[in-house]
């Protein structure tokens, strides 16, 4: 029976050596030593994990809440990429859909037939997502920024305009000719 067990994870096992050989590209790394190897080895492994369980995660549970594994960041940098609205919606999308949005990133189709995206696609697609959550938290900071900003031009017209008000309220002098 535990043998059973054993080869009835063997297509979970094979994926994730297909994205550790494929995605992360384990055989191109040139490292001379051993030590270096082993611990680019043990980040590609983790990389590697995180998505054959995002696989996983999208056929076992995918009403749930997208952020069980994405961040809020990452979430919300998705929805608005995907749907080309400035502002997220409060709350985060399912798994399901963010999962089909990131693996869109990736070149999934999402057509009836195609059924649930992939690890490559993932793996693409995640790359992708990186890049425009960067963006998106560079977006939000420079908005952080602006509304400093805005905040201090208008501390300054206040200050002007009771200086002004001030001016006014005082009877002015008489020159001498």
Known sequence: MEKIQWYAQRWNIEVFHR??????????RRLGEASSL????????????????????????PQADASVYFAEDE??????????????????PTLREAIRRVAKLGGFRGRKSDGEPGAGALWIGLRRLDGITTG??????????????????QRRV????????????QPAPILPY
């Open 19 to 28: 994205t550790l050989k494929s995605g992360c590209r384990i055989e191109d």
């Open 38 to 61: 082993a611990a680019c080895l043990a980040i590609d492994r983790v990389v590697a994990w995180r998505i054959c369980h995002l696989v996983r995660l999208a056929r076992e549970v």
């Open 75 to 92: 979430w919300k940098a998705l929805v608005v990429y995907g749907t080309k609205n400035r502002e997220p919606p409060a709350n985060a």
């Open 136 to 153: 998106w938290r560079i977006r939000q900071r420079r908005d952080e920024q602006s509304l400093e900003r805005i905040a201090q031009l």
């Open 158 to 169: 206040d200050e002007s305009t009771e200086a002004n008000e001030r001016l006014r309220a």
